[in-house]
Structures are given as C-alpha cells and as structure tokens.
C-alpha cells in the first residue's frame, strides 16, 4: 500500500482516485472547491464530473493542499493544462523529501508551448529526475466503471516508470511502459485538435470516411511535428498515439470531438466554453500547435484549417474545400517521413 495524492477532482482525478483506492492505495483527493470535497466525502459521488460513480470509502477528499500532499510518495496531478504550473508553484513550497510526480493533464501551455512535464520541472526543479507522464485512450467514464482499459506511463527514468505501473496496474487498467516521454505527451495532446476536426465533419453531416482520412492524415501530422520536437516515431503507433486518437475522434464521452459538433453549428469558442463545465484541452492545444508548426516549419494543414475555424472564424465547409483541394502529394512518401527515414529531406 502507498500513499498518493491526487490533484485536481474533475473526471480524470475522481476516475484516477477511485482507480488507486481500488487498488489499495491510501488515496486523498484534492478538490479546489470545498463546497465539492465536502460533497464528495459525503455522498462519495461526483455529480458534476462523473456522475454514476462511487468513489471508494477509502479515498478521503479535501480542498487543503497541504494536507493531500502530507506524507505522499506519488501526488497526480490532473488538473486541466492551463492550472499546472500554478498548481507546481503552489506544491513547491509544500513538497520535501522523495516523491513521484505523475502529470495525467494533456495539452501544452499557451505563450510556452511547453509539454506539462516541462512545465512541473521548471516549477519543481527537485523532482526533475521523477516526473512521470500517464496518457493513452483513457476516457474517465469508463475507468470509473472499470471498464478494461489499457494506457502508458512514460519517464526517462525506467525504475519510476515501473513504480508508476505498479501503482495502477489491475485486472480492468492495462499499463505500459515508454521512455519517450516528448512522443507520449504530444500524441496526448495533439489528439484532441483531430477530435475537434472529427467533430466538425460530423456536425457537417459528413460520414465515417471523412473521419477516417483525418484520423490517418491527423495522425501524419501529429508525428511530423512530434518528430521535429524530438519524439521517437513509434510512439504514435501505441497507445498514447493512433490509440488515443481513435478513442477520442470516435467516443461518445470525447470533450473535444463534442466542440467541434458545435462548432459545425455555428458556436463560436466562447460560446462553447461558457455552454460547458468541463475543459476542452484542444482549443488551446490547436493554438500552440499551429504556432509550433510555424516554429519547426512543419506543415501541418488540418491544424492549421482547425485554427482559422476557431479562431479566424472561417467557415467550416470552406476549410474542408482547402483541405481537399490542396496540392497533390504522395502518401508513402509523407509516411515514411513520418516514421523518420526521410526526416532529413
Ligand atoms: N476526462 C478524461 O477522461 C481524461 C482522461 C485522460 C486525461 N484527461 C486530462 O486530464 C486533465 C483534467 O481533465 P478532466 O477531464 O479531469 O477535467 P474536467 O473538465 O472534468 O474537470 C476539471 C477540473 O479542474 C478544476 N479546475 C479548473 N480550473 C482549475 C484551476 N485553475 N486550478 C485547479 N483546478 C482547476 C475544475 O474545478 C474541475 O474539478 C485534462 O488535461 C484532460 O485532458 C482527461
Ligand atoms: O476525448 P476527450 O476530448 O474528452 O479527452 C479525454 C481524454 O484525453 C481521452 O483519453
């Protein structure tokens, strides 16, 4: 048995919370709200979040930071990506002694463009060396109802990446092991503009073709850029790559693939984040992609059509004619440049 702290009790904390509690880890949760933490250990489930899910009566809630963090040995933090490296700022005057910081948020910080674990590192220079990344096709919903589920831990260090797997492991939560640790946070974070693509095809009425050649060609992209940025190749081929991809352009429980339905209906990005309690991790993660893109001269067209829709308020079926239309190129090539071979050309 271990102690953990989790921080951040929206889905993916209460899910992660009830998931190590099930496990048999002493588990405090952290909820900004208290109105949520009292709530919370009272009825045990949260309503907001993830409704239809008991958390485990071993796993205490409270909205003190201090306490949740009080003799952990791996604090979680799953706040959405905008609040960690306010979140890292305040555990940094907190945090003595050994811990394992796991960063289970996906998307890059806006102005940086940093990938979370870069962004806990800076904050929390101690615990450079035990930073450990968890992504892969892991919708809360289901692992809250222990729905079997495979995902990955990755860090440079093989030993934490081991302890962190070991931590999660059970009969219903399948964990892998990678030590790209760049590759498994961008395909976790650049998954989501796709899935706001997905989204707008289908609130365009289009079909399971149009979804596919996004996922295929988004895919493309993701591993150009992911590459420029030092990723191994591979990596998009696993689970926090082509697995999260599918899950999220396809489920029903996808955030980001919901948006861009309602972006197909007119909604504008403001409207959308009003109409909804819950982060959008691609919105912004469409921003920094398209800026990284320019950064690395990568092209990147179905970013970059995402990005006028969103934020140049283009309209969507124009986007699609100028992502059908463009110039010819040649698939295998692309491909090949995507797994490395030709990364020099
Ligand atoms: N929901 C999932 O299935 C899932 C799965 C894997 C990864 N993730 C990632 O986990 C992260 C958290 O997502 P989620 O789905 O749990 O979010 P959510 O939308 O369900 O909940 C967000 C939570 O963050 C809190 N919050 C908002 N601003 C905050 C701030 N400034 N400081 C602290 N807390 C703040 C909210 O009060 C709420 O409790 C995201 O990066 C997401 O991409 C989510
Ligand atoms: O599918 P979304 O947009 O809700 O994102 C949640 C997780 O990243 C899925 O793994």
């Given at each position: 048995?271990?102690?953990?702290?989790?921080?951040?009790?929206?889905?993916?904390?209460?899910?992660?919370?009830?998931?190590?509690?099930?496990?048999?880890?002493?588990?405090?949760?952290?909820?900004?709200?208290?109105?949520?933490?009292?709530?919370?250990n009272?009825?045990?489930?949260?309503?907001?979040?993830?409704?239809?899910?008991?958390?485990?009566?071993?796993?205490?809630?409270?909205?003190?930071?201090?306490?949740?963090?009080?003799?952990?040995?791996?604090?979680?933090?799953?706040?959405?990506?905008?609040?960690?490296?306010?979140?890292?700022?305040?555990?940094?005057?907190?945090l003595?002694?050994?811990?394992?910081?796991v960063?289970?948020?996906?998307?890059?910080?806006?102005?940086?463009?940093?990938?979370?674990?870069?962004?806990?590192?800076?904050?929390?220079?101690?615990?450079?060396?035990?930073?450990?990344?968890?992504?892969?096709?892991?919708?809360?919903?289901?692992?809250?109802?222990?729905?079997?589920?495979?995902?990955?831990?990755?860090?440079?260090?093989?030993?934490?990446?081991?302890?962190?797997?070991?931590?999660?492991?059970?009969?219903?939560?399948r964990?892998?092991?990678?030590?790209?640790?760049?590759?498994?946070?961008?395909?976790?974070?650049?998954?989501?503009?796709?899935?706001?693509?997905?989204?707008?095809?289908?609130?365009?009425?289009?079909?399971?073709?149009?979804?596919a050649?996004?996922m295929?060609?988004?895919?493309?992209?993701?591993?150009?850029?992911?590459?420029?940025?030092?990723?191994?190749?591979?990596?998009?081929?696993?689970?926090?790559?082509?697995?999260?991809?599918?899950?999220?352009?396809?489920?029903?429980?996808?955030?980001?693939?919901?948006?861009?339905?309602?972006?197909?209906?007119?909604?504008?990005?403001?409207?959308?984040?009003?109409?909804?309690?819950?982060?959008?991790?691609?919105?912004?993660?469409?921003?920094?992609?398209?800026?990284?893109?320019?950064?690395?001269?990568?092209?990147?067209?179905?970013t970059?059509?995402?990005?006028?829709?969103?934020?140049?308020?283009?309209?969507?079926?124009?986007?699609?004619?100028?992502?059908?239309?463009?110039?010819?190129?040649?698939?295998?090539?692309?491909?090949a440049?995507?797994?490395?071979t030709?990364?020099?050309?």
């Amino acid at each position: 048995m271990k102690k953990v702290a989790v921080i951040g009790a929206g889905s993916w904390g209460t899910a992660l919370a009830g998931l190590l509690g099930e496990n048999g880890h002493e588990v405090v949760l952290w909820a900004r709200n208290k109105r949520l933490a009292d709530e919370l250990n009272q009825t045990r489930e949260n309503t907001a979040y993830l409704p239809g899910v008991l958390l485990p009566s071993s796993v205490i809630v409270t909205n003190d930071l201090k306490q949740a963090i009080a003799g952990a040995r791996f604090i979680f933090v799953v706040t959405p990506s905008h609040a960690v490296r306010e979140t890292a700022v305040a555990l940094n005057e907190m945090l003595t002694g050994e811990k394992i910081i796991v960063s289970a948020a996906k998307g890059l910080e806006l102005g940086t463009f940093k990938r979370m674990s870069e962004v806990i590192a800076e904050e929390l220079p101690a615990y450079a060396e035990t930073i450990a990344v968890l992504s892969g096709p892991n919708h809360a919903e289901e692992v809250g109802r222990r729905h079997p589920t495979a995902s990955v831990v990755a860090a440079t260090s093989q030993e934490v990446a081991e302890l962190v797997q070991d931590l999660l492991m059970n009969p219903f939560f399948r964990v892998y092991t990678n030590p790209d640790v760049i590759g498994v946070e961008l395909g976790g974070a650049l998954k989501n503009i796709i899935a706001l693509g997905a989204g707008i095809a289908e609130g365009l009425g289009f079909g399971d073709n149009a979804k596919a050649a996004l996922m295929t060609r988004g895919l493309a992209e993701i591993a150009r850029l992911g590459m420029a940025m030092g990723a191994k190749p591979l990596t998009f081929a696993g689970l926090a790559g082509v697995g999260d991809l599918m899950v999220t352009c396809t489920s029903r429980h996808s955030r980001n693939r919901r948006a861009g339905i309602m972006v197909a209906q007119g909604k504008s990005v403001q409207q959308i984040q009003a109409e909804t309690n819950m982060v959008v991790e691609g919105i912004r993660s469409t921003l920094a992609a398209y800026k990284l893109a320019q950064r690395y001269k990568i092209v990147m067209p179905i970013t970059e059509q995402t990005y006028r829709i969103l934020y140049e308020g283009k309209p969507p079926r124009e986007a699609v004619l100028e992502l059908m239309t463009r110039g010819k190129t040649h698939e295998i090539e692309e491909v090949a440049v995507s797994c490395g071979t030709l990364w020099q050309k």
